[in-house]
């Protein structure tokens, strides 16, 4: 009966801890409009900004200065062949994430993808 009862608290902690990551999330994705004031004033909100990045922004041969005036040089690392922004992490997550942006021989965006490190 006790084994039963502290296997009951842990698991009622365990849905209180879930249910209060998880409603955040909704709350964070409810408020997910990307802005270039958003993206380069909350690094850490990117990443729930950065789909309606993608819709509303055709980051695909975009060169390198559009991108930069677009999204900027905070919180990124630049090379001659990507730009590769931090986007943050979800609370669900444990890692965080990134939007690499990578150039063709031209200088223009060629694909983009996000990955977690």
Request: hydrophobic share 40%; net charge positive.
């Amino acid at each position: 009966m006790r084994k039963f009862f502290i296997f009951s608290i842990i698991l009622i902690v365990f849905i209180a801890i879930y249910n209060f990551i998880y409603s955040n999330e909704q709350i964070n994705l409810q408020n997910a409009n990307f802005t270039v004031e958003a993206w380069q004033n909350e690094p850490f909100k990117r990443i729930y900004i950065v789909e309606d990045l993608h819709k509303k922004h055709s980051l695909v041969s975009m060169n390198k200065n559009e991108i930069l005036d677009l999204l900027g040089k905070q919180h990124c690392t630049i090379t001659d062949k990507s730009i590769t922004y931090t986007l943050g992490k979800k609370k669900s997550e444990l890692f965080f994430s990134y939007l690499t942006l990578s150039f063709d021989e031209n200088g223009r965006v060629s694909k983009t993808y996000i990955y977690q490190d």
